[in-house]
């Protein structure tokens, strides 16, 4: 697994240039910054991919610095940044705990959830690859039962991460199927369950209830699963991954977020509002199509990467 600083910063190569393209009007200010610059400031903050109540609460932080000056400026946003990202920080080593748990007797269930397209399928495809190299039993659980070719899909990635799969072609009641994992899992002895669910708009009232009965018949088997609630976030959606990701997390209490797609997205900000305003921790970050193509966020190297020596 890639897990060099360095990868990340190639990785958010666009979303570091989409910031210093913005922040290079302030640079050759060799004197506090202006009324006028504050302005700017102010319309580059709001017009960035850190929504409108961290941007204000940035602003208002900023304006307190004595002696601004672009290099206070840079110091300052920074350090607002790493504040937000370990307001809501997790290690993302921690969802290995329950699993590591030695008083454990029952299976551990993952739910993956998301808009369409975000990169559900591909992560679940990543997270048992991790799971199997560490020598667990993974199922993963074909609850897509909505779009044709989705079970084919992970039935590919099981392959490829060289796990087992639960997809029935006769079920299709997502519930059902993610029922009948779990209890598969329970019978022959299985570690993890991986359970992929079909993209749904948030707005779409009658597939979140679904995703609740889901989560409900699991609880029901299992009664301390899922002992986590993953939503993927694709990083190119910028502030409407914040609008998903509220709505999400109210009915499934997400325990943290997978955000995709950073190679190629100039908005990786993104992480940064859901930290401090939703208080909602990024724990992998997808950059690319393949197996190994994630890795485990961290504040610090995210920071460096995304602002790269601006500043300095
Ligand atoms: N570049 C890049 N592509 C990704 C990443 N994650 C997923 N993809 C691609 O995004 C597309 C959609 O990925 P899926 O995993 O099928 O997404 P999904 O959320 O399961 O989609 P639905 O089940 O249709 O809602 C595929 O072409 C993936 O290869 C990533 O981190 N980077
Ligand atoms: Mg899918």
């Not at 409108?52 to 004595?66: G, M, N, Q, R, V």
């Not at 699991?218 to 002992?227: A, E, F, H, R, V």
Request: with cysteine.
């Amino acid at each position: 697994m890639k897990t060099k600083s360095k990868d990340l910063f190639s990785i958010l190569e666009k979303s570091r240039n989409s910031w210093s393209d913005k922040l290079k009007i302030f640079s050759d200010k060799k004197n506090f910054l202006t009324d006028q610059d504050m302005e700017s400031l102010e319309e580059l903050l709001y017009g960035s991919d850190l929504g409108p109540s961290t941007a204000h609460y940035f602003l208002e932080t900023i304006k307190k610095e004595k002696n601004l000056n672009y290099s206070v400026l840079l110091t300052s946003l920074k350090s607002e940044m790493l504040n937000s990202l370990n307001l809501a920080y997790r290690d993302a080593d921690s969802i290995w705990e329950s699993l590591n748990d030695t008083n454990r007797t029952e299976p551990v269930v993952w739910l993956v959830s998301g808009v369409n397209g975000a990169g559900k399928t591909t992560s679940i495809g990543k997270l048992a690859y991790m799971a199997n190299l560490k020598g667990y039993k993974v199922l993963m659980a074909s609850a897509d039962t909505f779009r044709a070719a989705a079970q084919d899909q992970l039935i590919s990635w099981s392959k490829k991460a060289g796990v087992f799969i639960f997809a029935p072609e006769d079920m299709k009641d997502p519930s059902a199927v993610a029922y009948n994992a779990c209890q598969k899992a329970k019978a022959q002895n299985y570690d993890l369950v991986l359970i992929d669910t079909a993209g749904r708009l948030h707005t779409q009232s009658n597939l979140m209830n679904e995703l609740e009965k889901i989560k409900k018949v699991i609880g029901n088997l299992l009664p301390k699963s899922p002992q986590e609630s993953f939503l993927v976030l694709d990083a190119n959606s910028g502030q409407n991954a914040c609008v998903q990701a509220k709505n999400f997390h109210s009915i499934l209490n997400i325990t943290g977020v997978i955000l995709t797609k950073l190679d190629g997205s100039s908005k990786g900000g993104v992480a940064i509002s859901l930290a401090k305003d939703l208080k909602l921790p990024v724990l992998f970050l997808g950059m690319g199509e393949a197996l190994s193509d994630i890795q485990k966020f961290n504040p610090n190297n995210f920071v460096s990467a995304l602002m790269g020596g601006q500043g300095q």
